[in-house]
């Protein structure tokens, strides 16, 4: 079993910053991904950002491209994700997620259905 739990979320200025945080504790692994992904009521749960654990590959999408940034540290067993030129577009609830299956020979997982575990979710509002 493995726990994913969120923090750093809450409410921001357009232009402003925010970095969340995504702590998993439980089973141990070395081979696998930790991604990011939001929802906003009446959309599905959209694919952010996502790194590799042992290499730290990243991939992002197109909308937070150049704006996010997502790293871990290994040692604490936590992934990051630091939120810079915030729009009211990235309001949403946040979620973190781990892909076990992960490993170099393939792509790094963007589908929800990819994922084995995930948080509880943690909110982001952007003002205007």
């Known amino acids: 079993q493995v726990q994913l739990v969120e923090s750093g979320g809450g409410l921001v200025q357009a232009g402003g910053s925010l970095r969340l945080s995504c702590a998993a504790s439980?089973?141990?692994?070395?081979?696998?991904?930790m991604g990011w992904f939001r929802q906003t009521p009446g959309k599905e749960r959209e694919f952010v950002a996502v790194?590799?654990?042992?290499?730290?590959?990243?991939r992002y999408a197109d909308s937070v491209k150049g704006r996010f940034t997502i790293s871990r540290d290994n040692a604490k067993n936590t992934v990051y994700l630091q939120m810079n030129s915030l729009k009211p577009e990235d309001t949403a609830v946040y979620y973190c997620?781990?892909?076990?299956?992960?490993?170099?020979?393939?792509?790094?997982?963007?589908?929800?259905?990819?994922?084995?575990?995930w948080g509880q979710g943690t909110q982001v509002t952007v003002s205007s």
């Open positions: 439980g089973r141990t692994f070395s081979s696998a991904s």
């Open positions: 790194i590799s654990w042992s290499r730290g590959t990243t």
């Open positions: 997620a781990l892909d076990l299956s992960y490993s170099s020979s393939y792509s790094l997982a963007t589908r929800r259905v990819e994922y084995d575990y």
